[in-house]
């Protein structure tokens, strides 16, 4: 397109030069009027705007191809309904994604807490008497004290039960069973120094006793 158009253009310019230099003789009186009668007949006006007319029509043309070109391609109604389609395919799977991540984090709690409930029934039960002989003695507890750290970061508890020989210590997140763990000791005073110990710990890491 742009080929054809400077071709025509430079047709036009050529045809121009010569009918200028015609009038320029015919005005300054060189060369006869026959001889410039012939030349301007030779190259007529209606040439030029002839050349000049197709030129513009060239140019509208091409315009024209080139706005078609520029302009966004028109959605179709078959290609908008099959773009929503996979669009919602695409959410339809990432909600799938979500879903089947949530239960596994629920059935890890569930796991959690099944987990805790034995600990805490393994420690509060006491074990069996032997066929034949004294049913087991259950310590008495000496001591009970609650804790709890709650901030920005965390909401938990932690309380812990001091006997003779052993104490249990429970902990967790608020609001959930929690875990608990026991450690054994030789004598009575090693029992209490260890108790004592741990609680200072805990009030050192921002933990407050609950009454």
């Known amino acids: 397109m742009a080929e054809k158009l400077g071709k025509l253009?430079?047709?036009?310019?050529?045809?121009?030069?010569?009918?200028?230099?015609?009038?320029?003789?015919a005005k300054t009186g060189k060369g006869s009027f026959s001889e410039v009668g012939r030349k301007a007949k030779k190259t007529p006006g209606k040439k030029l705007d002839a050349l000049l007319n197709?030129?513009?029509?060239?140019?509208?043309k091409g315009r024209r191809q080139l706005a078609h070109a520029i302009e966004p391609k028109s959605e179709t109604s078959e290609e908008r309904t099959d773009r929503l389609l996979a669009q919602s395919k695409k959410k339809l799977a990432k909600s799938r994604r979500t879903y089947a991540e949530t239960l596994d984090e629920l059935d890890e709690s569930i796991q959690d807490l099944k987990k805790s409930k034995a600990a805490l029934e393994r420690v509060k039960t006491p074990k069996k008497a032997k066929k034949?002989?004294?049913?087991?003695?259950r310590p008495r507890a000496i001591e009970i004290r609650k804790f709890d750290l709650?901030?920005?970061e965390h909401e938990k508890f932690w309380e812990i039960?001091?006997?003779s020989d052993r104490y249990i210590v429970c902990f967790g997140r608020i609001g959930t069973h929690g875990q608990?763990?026991?450690k054994m000791f030789k004598t009575p005073e090693e029992t209490r120094a260890a108790y004592q110990k741990i609680i200072r710990e805990k009030f050192d890491k921002g933990y407050r006793e609950t009454f």
């Open 9 to 25: 253009l430079v047709k036009a310019a050529r045809v121009h030069r010569k009918m200028s230099s015609v009038m320029k003789a």
């Open 54 to 60: 197709k030129a513009s029509v060239e140019l509208d």
């Open 132 to 137: 034949g002989g004294s049913p087991t003695h």
């Open 150 to 152: 709650i901030n920005n």
């Open 161 to 163: 039960t001091r006997y």
């Open 180 to 182: 608990c763990k026991k």
